[in-house]
């Protein structure tokens, strides 16, 4: 089954701590770049962090720069999406995805052809 499998969402106080995994299953990360992106409850989904596989190449929202770190590990076929100094409003569904969008156009959604599962994130105390 072709898919993509994220993991690592939860409950955490602000501050604190996550990392997410997204791993591939029937497809290859190779040449592609992946997503992290999330959506909070009535909003519109938002890129948070990207990587393309071939290149390393690392894009991050001005909302996350400096406290979340986007990486690979092609041996497990998997991106990591780590996520430290969380804030209330980090609270979302985060999504992983698979697409080819051109560098400038990371954040479109629709240039993602494959999602994993939706986790949820929420920072409170």
């Known amino acids: 089954e072709v898919q993509l499998q994220a993991s690592g969402g939860g409950l955490v106080q602000p501050g604190g701590s996550l990392r997410f995994s997204c791993a591939a299953s029937?497809?290859?990360?190779?040449?592609?770049?992946i997503g992290w992106f999330r959506q909070a409850p009535g909003k519109e989904r938002e890129g948070v962090s990207g990587i393309s596989i071939s290149t390393g190449n690392i894009w991050n929202a001005d909302s996350v720069k400096g406290r979340f770190t986007i990486s690979s590990d092609m041996a497990k076929s998997t991106v990591y999406l780590q996520m430290n100094s969380l804030k209330p409003e980090d609270t979302a569904i985060y999504y992983c995805a698979r697409g080819r969008p051109i560098t400038s156009a990371w954040t479109t959604s629709n240039l993602y052809a494959y999602w994993g599962r939706g986790t949820q994130v929420t920072v409170s105390s």
């Open positions: 029937g497809l290859t990360f190779v040449d592609y770049v």
